[in-house]
């Protein structure tokens, strides 16, 4: 069957039509598969980072544990040494009464006197020559005043505070 040259012009066009959104759509699926393209790889950094980041995370948990162990040990090492202090100053108090830690001290001290009674009263004890006389605290001289509150607890703490600003002055303290 033969078409008129009209006819045949129209199915040109028609066919030109269906070319230029053929060729529009092939473009537009080009372009979508780079862009998927793009996005696949986006999805693999990413999954990459995100591993990165949880060994990242599993090495920080780690490490907290060590140093959350570590710190419990030391303070339980804290905790043991202010006891050993506590225990050493409950001793010190302990021992300021007349009993020594030492069983044998007053054995010893008895015998020290007995060998001082046998040396006689006159018996000439060297002294040794005090060398260096720089040592500042040899020459500080000063009273502390009495005190007289027996059994007043407010008059102790004023005459301590007193006796402390005395030692204090001369920047001696004891401990």
């Known amino acids: 069957m033969q078409h008129s040259p009209r006819t045949k012009g129209i199915i040109q066009h028609f066919e030109r039509q269906v070319r230029l959104q053929v060729d529009a759509l092939a473009e537009d699926v080009q372009v979508s598969n780079e862009h998927l393209g ?34 419990e040990e030391l303070s339980q090492q804290l905790a043991n040494v202010h006891h050993s202090e506590l225990d050493e100053q409950a001793e010190i108090d302990y021992s300021g009464d007349n009993e020594h830690p030492n069983p044998n001290y007053n054995n010893d001290l008895d015998h020290r006197r007995r060998h001082a009674n046998r040396q006689g009263m006159h018996h000439y004890h060297h002294r040794h020559a005090v060398h260096n006389q720089d040592d500042s605290f040899a020459k500080i001289k000063f009273t502390i005043p009495p005190f007289n509150g027996k059994y007043d607890p407010d008059a102790y703490l004023g005459w301590e505070l007193v006796v402390d600003k005395k030692f204090a002055c001369h920047a001696f303290f004891c401990t």
């Open 38 to 71: 793009q996005l696949e790889t986006t999805q693999l950094e990413t999954g990459v980072t995100l591993r990165d980041m949880q060994a990242a995370h599993a090495t920080t948990n780690t490490n907290l544990a060590t140093i959350m162990t570590r710190l």
